[in-house]
């Protein structure tokens, strides 16, 4: 797995601006697998709980699945050596230091779920490439 750490993300330890109650901190999991039908499976019963959402998001269309704290969205892509990926974007809210869990521990619990899960179910993974990405308006 690869991490792609942004300076000014995470909470005031690493050195970031803070979260605002009105903003998400988005994480971008980028999965590449043989067959992603499995690995779509295991999201499905990682947030088959959660309600369905359709927001824009400064002019574009966001869709997908949220318990009101964090946000769960999904779409095929392809890596940058053509193989097959799914793009798994997770979005948590919540204040450092104001929420209990706050956002980062949200996104750390639901990214160790994830990765947890797919190797107890042994679907054999290739790469799982993390991003983070700057904060955005929060829609809800």
């Known amino acids: 797995m690869r991490w792609n750490r942004r300076g000014e993300w995470g909470p005031e330890l690493f050195g970031g601006p803070r979260l605002k109650p009105d903003q998400w ?8 697998a043989t067959h ?3 690995v779509e499976r295991v999201l499905e019963e990682l947030t088959g709980f959660m ?3 359709r927001e824009d998001v400064e002019g574009t269309p966001l869709t997908g699945v949220t318990d009101g704290q ?3 969205t999904q779409s095929p892509d392809t890596d940058s050596f053509g193989r097959r990926a799914l793009s798994v974007w997770f979005y948590a809210g919540g204040p450092v230091g104001e929420a209990s869990p706050n ?4 996104l750390g619990k639901a990214s160790r779920s994830l990765v ?5 179910e042994g ?3 290739q790469e799982i490439r993390w991003k983070e990405h700057p904060y955005i308006r929060r829609p809800f």
């Not at 901190?25 to 590449?32: D, K």
């Not at 956002?103 to 949200?106: C, K, P």
């Not at 947890?116 to 107890?120: C, M, S």
């Open 36 to 38: 992603l039908d499995p």
């Open 116 to 120: 947890d899960e797919l190797k107890a």
């Open 103 to 106: 956002a980062f521990e949200r």
């Open 70 to 72: 964090l946000a769960v």
């Open 123 to 125: 679907i054999e993974i």
């Open 25 to 32: 901190a988005p994480l971008e999991a980028r999965i590449v």
């Open 51 to 53: 309600d369905y959402f």
